[in-house]
């Protein structure tokens, strides 16, 4: 392929894997553009040949459109879990809407927008909320005939540095019980490569244009059930505390008052009011012709292979980049 994709948050988790499929994909003929903050944070895509790190704010239209111009494609994966409902409307509503003024501006039509399960205009957070407004704003311009829109909606991602089954593998490693918010949820995790090979097929497949897919894995877990195989396969399972919603709300404040990003907060604990899986109303991986990889495919592996401590330092470098 010899087209230019622009990948929003390119440098986090999921636009780490995303680059290193497009790259792979384009095979030397194409281009992929990451704009960051800082330059810093995307020590990890340096070596992959094709990409361009660019240091820019995404927020500002001007330089945004800047950098969509003469693009075939862009992909948005900007995103937050934590905040408050001011910084949610800016990362998952305003943004968006930047980023479609900035399509129109520069005349690129396609983009590939990953939102969430559990989205709805009467969503328990606001983190779903926000990014339920968002998908309305793309899908007005959209309708309007300004962008060829596809919507991803995967549910909890995991990989080898993802900070979900990590963190609990890193409090396991430290506690000796785990006192555990939201343990009935249920999460039906995706496996990381495969939410970038399905941005990549969407890239590819005209048809997907107008479609939503809700990307999954094949088998769905409680939140209890997934702590405690992150336990068993970093070979440090604890016993567990289920905690009633209030009792679950004063322990995700207490951890908002501690310094740095949250483990959990309280928003964290609405948004487990929505089962995090699919639907079976929309299309998913088999529709792209992917098969969805088991979570105990892949996690003993990268769970196990990486001790406590060093799990930890990794999570604190991770929470510092994008």
Not at 82 to 94: K, P
Not at 142 to 147: I, K, M, N, W, Y
Not at 148 to 172: H, K, M
Not at 175 to 199: C, K, N, R
Request: proline content about 6%; some cysteine; charged content about 20%.
């Amino acid at each position: 392929m010899n087209d230019t994709i622009v990948v929003l948050g390119g440098t986090g988790f999921v636009g780490r894997a995303l680059c290193e499929r497009l790259v792979e994909r384009s095979q030397g003929g194409g281009r992929v553009v990451v704009p960051t903050r800082r330059l810093a944070h995307g020590v990890a895509l340096r070596p992959l040949p094709t990409l361009e790190l660019v240091e820019a704010d995404v927020h500002d239209a001007a330089a945004l459109t800047r950098l969509i111009a003469g693009a075939d494609a862009v992909v948005n994966l900007v995103a937050i879990l934590h905040g408050s409902a001011a910084r949610f409307q800016r990362v998952h509503v305003e943004l968006p809407r930047t980023v479609a003024r900035a399509c129109a501006a520069a005349g690129v039509r396609r983009l590939v927008q990953v939102s969430a399960l559990g989205v709805g205009p009467q969503a328990p957070s606001n983190y779903l909320r926000s990014k339920t407004e968002g998908e309305a704003v793309l899908q007005a311009q959209a309708q309007a005939g300004r962008l060829a829109l596809t919507l991803l909606r995967p549910s909890v991602i995991f990989g080898a540095e993802d900070r979900f089954l990590n963190t609990f593998a890193a409090l396991q490693a430290l506690a000796p019980l785990i006192p555990l918010a939201g343990s009935h949820a249920h999460f039906q995790p995706v496996w990381v490569d495969d939410v970038a090979t399905a941005i990549a097929a969407c890239l590819d497949r005209p048809q997907s244009i107008g479609k939503t897919y809700e990307l999954v894995g094949p088998k769905v877990y409680t939140l209890s059930e997934l702590v405690r195989l992150a336990g068993r396969w970093s070979g440090h399972e604890r016993p567990q505390i289920a905690l009633p919603e209030f009792a679950a709300r004063l322990q995700a404040l207490a951890m908002e008052c501690l310094p740095g990003e949250p483990l959990m907060s309280r928003d964290n604990v609405a948004s487990m009011r929505v089962p995090n899986v699919a639907s079976g109303q929309l299309p998913g991986l088999e529709a792209l012709g992917i098969r969805a990889t088991a979570l105990d495919a892949v996690a003993p592996g990268y769970l196990g292979a990486v001790s406590g401590r060093a799990r930890l330092e990794r999570l604190r470098a991770s929470a510092g980049r994008g």
